[in-house]
């Protein structure tokens, strides 16, 4: 069990890992979208976005559906929430720290300021 969420997990960064792909996720969360309509910012081919769509619909990220010629692709947010739960752990992690850090920065703040030196005595 553990070892295929962690390949699940591997093949779902590894999708992410790419400028284009996660351009393209953003594309598809504002809704469907065509191949050709993926490909259109990037100056690509339709066969070189096809490979990209390709790696999003491996890692279960995206589906698409054949309508009579056209290829349209719709975002499947289920493998990017266990993604972000497993994110989850280290944003506690940060949060728990930065909690404290802002704890000690407070605690610092509420501390009188320095005194500034006396005339005369600055390079002693």
Known sequence: MVEHDSLALDTIFRALGDATRRAMLGELAAGERSVGDLAAPFAMSLAAASKHIKVLEGAGLIRRDVRGRTHVCSLDPAPLMSADQWLG??????TGRLDTLEQLLRAEGAAP???????????E
């Open 113 to 123: 300021p320095p005194k500034p030196p006396l005339p005369g005595k600055e390079g």
């Open 89 to 94: 752990i280290y944003r506690r992690f940060w």
